[in-house]
């Protein structure tokens, strides 16, 4: 069962360009989670979401960012417009919330995006 | 505001004895908390869940503990090894909200 994919690993982009990092979940899990972490510091909640459905968008920044999580494929994060406090990485999570059984709230985590703003 | 302080940023330890690490939290309730480890450059590993109604959990050398009266947790390794060299992070969450708040994480190193 593979785990969290998460692409690309690495991402340089230059200021006011766009960012996209992608996500694909565990098998058989519907919760997406995206988290940020700033350089020194901890992991910051950004947003989660089911599929087709934005459930808690309380960590995201008001502007320039969005995240998606379409009926087909992967979870996106867009950035547009990046500037250099940008630069993190960021790591994408899933859950089997909803499924009988185990610890549903485990969340498991992607091998991150590090996002580098020029 | 809430607040998660995880002891110290860097813990060294010999190699053997056993690793304590601790996780106070204030202004919350959490209906569950997690520890996960994380590697350099890489994501966090998910290790044990501890809800608020349980006392202590095992899974092979690690052992967790929850007291919601002191707002703390602590976590044991026990015959601790150069391979669990890694920045430990603790996780809390409310009962019904889906969003980890996670402290800033000890690194802890296992000397040989």
């Known amino acids: 069962n593979a785990g969290v994919m998460q692409n690309p690993r690495h991402l340089v982009r230059r200021r006011g360009q766009e960012a996209r990092l992608r996500c694909s979940p565990m098998k058989g899990h519907s919760h997406v989670y995206w988290y940020r972490q700033l350089p020194e510091e901890g992991l910051k909640f950004m947003v989660y979401l089911q599929k087709e459905n934005i459930i808690d968008e309380s960590g995201m920044p008001k502007e320039r960012f969005s995240a998606e999580f379409p009926k087909e494929g992967p979870s996106i994060l867009r950035i547009q417009q990046v500037v250099r406090g940008d630069s993190a990485a960021y790591f994408c999570?899933?859950?089997?919330?909803?499924?009988?059984?185990?610890?549903?709230?485990?969340?498991?985590f992607g091998p991150g995006t590090r996002l580098l703003v020029l | 505001s809430q607040k998660i302080e995880q002891n110290s940023e860097a813990l060294n330890i010999q190699e053997g004895k056993t690793a304590t690490l601790t996780c106070n939290y204030t202004n919350y309730s959490p209906a569950y908390l997690q520890w996960y480890r994380q590697d350099p450059g890489r994501g966090p590993v998910f290790l044990l869940l501890i809800r608020e109604n349980e006392k202590e959990k095992r899974k092979e050398r690690l052992k967790v503990t929850f007291d919601t009266t002191l707002k703390q947790s602590l976590f044991h390794i026990t015959a601790s090894q150069p391979a669990d060299s890694a920045t430990y992070l603790c996780a809390l969450a409310n009962f019904g909200n889906e969003k980890l708040t996670f402290g800033t994480g000890t690194r802890l190193t296992i000397i040989p």
């Open positions: 999570a899933s859950s089997p919330r909803g499924l009988a059984g185990g610890d549903q709230e485990t969340q498991y």
